[in-house]
């Protein structure tokens, strides 16, 4: 990390502050004023709650994509006599996330949209805090390489990945020995114990409501389809360089056990803990110290037990489609995920059933197969980014009821 926070408080900026990560982030650094200041906070549609949060933790930048909401934002502050600068346009997260005075950038946007500013932060060197998953997806090889050119510190938010990170040295060259392989574990969400010709039917309200974690309404469908666990051992292979076939996935209802890494001599690592986002957010923002972050203990006394059971392919056929995507050519990555957000947005919306969700997904990877060129900038995989959500555009219609 280049910039040096000696003797003062951590400047974090929130991409995404008005979403899931984004509220719970704040929640920590406001048990923190002595070590964390809020130098930039981000929204997309959210006027109303960008516009109070930066009442009450007068971060200096604010932004938002779309000109007319900024314009809103602006008039809100002023009128409260609020100091905060309100900027505008896409380009401005990148600006946010590059800015010299920023030490850290949580990187908590939903979906693709968030990878130009996370590549920004890697090559800025920040202290770069990353839940925004599907940047890393989409990002890949380059993703990783433009972190280590600008020297920036990745940590990982994603409980999984956290509770990896936690449970290796903090020596990186260490980590190819130690590791033989890891096990991402997996809640199976709200429809682990559905009949699978019986998902046809699930209706948006049903999958977003996880049994044991309050997200946002994307990851949160995610974790219905098990898409979520594909990305995540796809997010894995590129955070922690492992061959796709090193990362596992298990089944485990309860949520307490994070993840696990499994030894070159059959040792077992794991991190525990209640089902909180506060905590893999403060190990994030104070690493390698730890601090207060909010969650409840774990109570061991009250632990109904620990169970692990094996994915059934039928209920999540998606799951796969992770191990496929990165046994194809660069850019097979981006393109599930491209078809991914299409296919749940789509859902979300009503116009196709849960169960065309893994439909659309596996067309939009085989028809765009060997078709893209070489992948060697980020403006290839923008490139592929949008032919995926093309191509998915197509099979969403073909599929849709007229
Ligand atoms: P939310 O939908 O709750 O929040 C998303 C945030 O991103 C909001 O601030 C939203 O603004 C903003 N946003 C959405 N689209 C855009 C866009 N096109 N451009 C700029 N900003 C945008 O999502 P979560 O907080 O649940 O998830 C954020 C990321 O963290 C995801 O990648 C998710 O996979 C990952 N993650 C989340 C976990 C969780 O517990 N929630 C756990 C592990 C990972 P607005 O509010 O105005 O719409
Ligand atoms: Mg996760």
Redesign the pocket.
């Known amino acids: 990390m280049k910039t040096s926070t000696a003797g003062r408080r951590q400047r974090i900026a929130i991409?995404?502050?008005?979403?899931?990560?984004?509220v719970s982030t704040l929640d920590v650094i406001a048990r923190h004023p002595d070590r964390f200041e809020v130098f930039g906070l981000?929204?997309?549609?959210?006027v109303p709650?960008?516009v109070e949060q930066c009442l009450r933790f007068s971060p200096r930048i604010a932004v938002l994509?779309d000109r007319e909401r900024a314009r809103e934002a602006r008039r809100l502050l002023a009128e409260r006599g609020s100091r905060t600068e309100v900027l505008e346009g896409?380009q401005a997260?990148g600006q946010l996330a590059a800015e010299p005075e920023v030490d850290a950038v949580m990187a908590?946007?939903?979906?693709a949209?968030?990878l130009p500013a996370c590549m920004a932060a890697a090559a800025a060197g920040k202290r770069l805090l990353l839940?925004?998953?599907?940047a890393l997806v989409v990002g890949g090889a380059l993703f990783m390489r433009s972190v280590a050119e600008g020297g920036a510190t990745l940590l990982p938010?994603?409980?999984e990945h956290s509770a990896i990170f936690q449970c290796l040295p903090e020596d990186r060259g260490a980590w190819g020995e130690r590791i033989d392989h890891i096990v991402l574990t997996a809640s199976g969400g709200p429809f682990r114990r559905r009949a699978p010709e019986s998902l046809h039917a699930v209706t948006p309200a049903e999958a977003v409501a996880h049994p044991n974690?309050v997200?946002?309404?994307?990851?949160s469908v995610?974790s219905a389809t098990m898409m979520?666990k594909a990305l995540e051992v796809i997010e894995a292979r590129w955070l922690f360089d492992l061959a796709p076939e090193q990362v596992r996935v298990v089944i485990h209802p309860q949520s307490i056990v994070h993840s696990m890494v499994v030894c070159r001599d059959a040792s077992v690592l794991a991190q525990l803990g209640t089902p909180d986002?506060r905590v893999p957010i403060a190990y994030g923002l104070s690493f390698p110290e730890r601090i207060e972050s909010g969650a409840s203990r774990l109570d061991f006394l009250q632990l109904q037990g620990l169970t692990f059971e094996p994915v059934d392919e039928r209920l999540f056929p998606g799951l796969g489609l992770a191990w496929q995507a990165l046994a194809a050519p660069a850019g097979a990555t981006a393109a599930l995920n491209a078809a991914n957000e299409v296919a749940v947005e789509s859902f979300l919306s009503g116009t196709i059933r849960f169960t065309d969700i893994h439909t659309v997904n596996a067309r939009t990877v085989e028809r765009l197969a060997g078709r893209h060129g070489a992948v060697s900038t980020i403006d290839d995989l923008l490139d592929i980014d949008r032919r995926a959500r093309a191509e998915a555009h197509s099979a969403v219609a073909a599929l849709a009821p007229r």
């Open positions: 991409l995404g502050s008005t979403g899931s990560i984004g981000t929204s997309h549609q959210r709650e960008l994509p896409a997260l908590a946007i939903v979906g949209a968030g839940a925004n998953k599907e938010i994603d409980s974690w997200m946002g309404r994307k990851i995610d979520n986002m």
